[in-house]
């Protein structure tokens, strides 16, 4: 469905992308990771025909050079944020909709599957983040295309909305979507994608499978997370008994030191037990070397 060959790309004395190759079954999602500067945003704007390149993109067969509008009509794109003009919900998707010809029923059909038409008269600027990034999604969807682009898909989300959105997104695979997407979070790959292309100066250096970069990242990490302040000394005392190192931080976040491969464990034990964590990061650098 995705053919990247030989991919490279130039900004003066910079190489930005140097011999970029892979490819994307139908219903397959493909991670890039690295950390930035490695080339993801750049292989995207590729990608999209935002910028020149050296190299061949295919997309559904079509060559991104030679026919580049009607390869381009295969790709959906979600960037990180989105700027929309002052207009509703409703007015918004529908100005999308006819720049694409897209068919007018396919409306009311995405704002239905992402929980959207109860918000479709609110100004989109009254959207939480959440809603804003369905809303990036439903316009990436108008024409249907069978290859979809993300760029930190869950960046500006909390952990809630994160895992709403990354399901939505499992649904699209399953209906044999082509997804590549952007990512530095461990939990957005882990869920979503079947392949790891790591990034780095530009280059693809290796191919992980997730369970590989899960193995990679395996190194004693401190997960912050913000839980409400009536909940923090329960969520401590959970963590605690199922064996994890937990205290509450002087900012009032609850902190826990783990590895890697235990993250989704320990928020998992606090969504058992009815601890509601409204946000999450990571801190520890990690290195490849």
């Keep these: 469905m995705l053919q990247v060959e030989g991919l490279t790309k130039h900004y003066g004395q910079v190489r930005a992308l140097d011999g970029v190759s892979f490819q994307a079954r139908a219903g397959e999602a493909v991670a890039l990771w690295g950390s930035n500067g490695a080339g993801k945003t750049t292989l995207l704007k590729a990608m999209l025909g935002l910028v020149d390149y050296q190299g061949a993109i295919l997309v559904a067969g079509l060559d991104g050079k030679r026919a580049g509008k009607a390869a381009r009509r295969n790709i959906g794109y979600v960037p990180q944020e989105a700027l929309y003009y002052d207009m509703s919900v409703l007015a918004t998707i529908s100005f999308y909709a006819r720049l694409r010809r897209a068919d007018g029923e396919r409306i009311a059909l995405l704002l239905s599957q992402l929980g959207l038409s109860e918000h479709a008269r609110k100004p989109v600027h ?164």
């Design 126 to 289: 009254a959207l939480s983040g959440g809603l804003k990034q369905r809303l990036g999604l439903a316009i990436a969807l108008l024409s249907n295309p069978p290859v979809l682009l993300l760029d930190e898909p869950t960046a500006n989300l909390d952990a809630h909305t994160r895992r709403e959105y990354l399901s939505f997104l499992l649904e699209l695979r399953q209906q044999q979507k082509t997804i590549v997407f952007a990512s530095h979070r461990l939990e957005e790959v882990e869920v979503l994608a079947d392949r790891v292309l790591l990034m780095e100066a530009g280059r693809i250096i290796q191919e992980l499978s997730t369970e590989q970069i899960r193995r990679r990242l395996a190194s004693d990490i401190e997960l912050v997370l913000w839980v409400a302040e009536g909940q923090r000394r329960q969520a401590v005392d959970i963590l605690e008994g199922g064996g994890l190192a937990a205290h509450v931080n002087g900012r009032g976040t609850v902190v826990v030191r783990l590895d890697a491969a235990q993250k989704m464990q320990a928020l998992h034990l606090l969504e058992h037990h009815g601890i509601s964590v409204l946000d999450f990061e990571t801190e520890k650098e990690h290195s490849w070397n």
